[in-house]
């Protein structure tokens, strides 16, 4: 088509990239196609390479889309290497709640330095846990997407109110630190052993229509707590004084037990799901359908193994259509930031898996969970969503651009 080689040619300034592979976000597609974008980055097309012209850059590996991390905790990036592989999550928990009294301008630095690893990763988005605002800084002149997913820790009816004001503030310093609002927050529960049920009312009121996250069904104790007021989650508790389990015995598992809470055109994203049987992946399902609410899993494969050395039910999610997207979780629970290395992860264990698939997870999937599908995600024209070759072999990714 000697038109559209005038056309590339001619014209204003391209850039033009082929790889082995082309990941347009949809599919996988062969070394003869070739990515051309504008020098900013938005998308101008991809075309197969006798109609590309000339000055085609040529790289080994897959050419991609930037990835999306749809779960992170960034500010937990000082904890890198303080607590050890394997320990069970109950003890990393406790773990976590324990290890404080870090120095703010460590915190700052470990924070800036994964913000920095991600974005050499590729990662162009990220869905950013916080329970305080120690991220606004480098948020602010970061380079990346960041939704942030302000996070209530409320075990009490009694606190619940004041609760939900404290991390209303941290939402308001989060914005205020955003003035363009290049970026989005929403309040959100951090998991059914630690929000009670006035909380999530409240939360449910405060969120209609937006995205929200739920750490889900990480241990079978957190079906304990629920189902008959036990379990080893009550280890948790002592530290912060309480002595039994606050929340009502209901006989059902905890996410039966929660997810009737949420009923406001949510987009709920359900994160670890380790231990998580069929019955309540089905229950999710039909509540969802019933209820206007959207659904989506998000799998940190990385992080299960760090913490259990256990893998996510990745098959019944996908034998249930479900959507499914990719996380890091924190430097505290993983080795490294990148959504490749979560990919290879469940590459590894499940190659039965087509790799287009897993590569929709940690793309196009991960922008429409994070609501910015019109931007990122996939190589359309008019997108700018970043340009990032992966590794062969799956062992890492970098951003071009």
């Known amino acids: 088509m000697p038109g559209k080689i005038n056309l590339f040619n001619r014209q204003m300034a391209y850039r033009k990239f082929k790889a082995d592979y082309l990941f347009t976000g949809h599919e996988l597609l062969d070394k003869n196609h070739v990515l051309i974008t504008d020098e900013e980055g938005t998308i101008a097309d991809v075309v197969m390479l006798e109609e590309a012209g000339d000055e085609v850059r040529t790289l080994s590996g897959i050419l991609s889309p930037g990835l999306v991390n749809c779960h992170c905790h960034l500010e937990l990036s000082h904890l890198k290497d303080v607590i050890p592989p394997h320990t069970g999550l109950i003890d990393f928990l406790c773990s976590v709640v324990t290890k404080r009294n870090f120095d703010p301008a460590m915190i700052q630095e470990a924070i800036l330095k994964a913000e920095e690893e991600m974005y050499r990763n590729g990662i162009v988005a990220v869905g950013d846990i916080g329970n305080t605002s120690d991220t606004a800084l480098v948020k602010s002149r970061s380079d990346i997407y960041w939704h942030n997913f302000v996070e209530v820790l409320s ?3 009694s606190k619940a109110e004041s609760t939900i004001d404290h991390y209303l503030q941290v939402l308001k310093q989060l914005q205020n630190s955003d003035p363009g609002r290049k970026h989005r927050s929403s309040l959100v529960p951090h998991a059914p052993y630690t929000v009670s049920a006035r909380s999530f009312e409240l939360i449910n009121a405060a969120t209609a229509g937006q995205i929200i996250s739920l750490h889900n069904q990480e241990h079978p104790a957190e079906d304990d707590l629920y189902k008959n007021g036990g379990g080893e989650y009550l280890r948790l508790f002592n530290i ?8 009502p015995v209901t006989g059902k598992s905890s996410i039966q037990s929660v997810l009737p809470y ?8 359900l994160v670890h799901n380790t231990s998580m049987p069929e019955e309540d992946i089905r229950f999710a399902g039909e509540y969802a359908s019933n209820h206007a609410l959207r659904i989506v899993y998000c ?8 913490i259990e050395n256990k893998m996510p039910p990745v098959d019944l999610l996908m034998n249930h259509k479900a959507a499914i997207v990719l996380g890091t979780d924190s430097y505290s629970s993983n080795w490294q930031l990148s959504i490749i290395k979560e990919v290879a992860a469940i590459r590894e264990g499940m190659p039965h898996i087509p790799l287009d698939t897993l590569l929709q997870w940690a793309t196009i ?10 931007v990122l995600g996939s190589f359309e024209k008019g997108k700018k969503p970043g340009v990032v070759v992966i590794e062969e072999g799956l062992t890492g990714a970098e951003r071009l651009l």
């Open 262 to 269: 949420f009923n406001n055109g949510q987009t709920l994203l």
């Open 365 to 374: 999937n991960g922008a429409r969970a994070l609501g910015k599908d019109d």
């Open 155 to 157: 075990l009490t009816d």
């Open 299 to 306: 799998l940190c494969p990385n992080a299960n193994l760090y």
């Open 240 to 247: 912060f004084g309480i002595t039994e389990s606050p929340f």
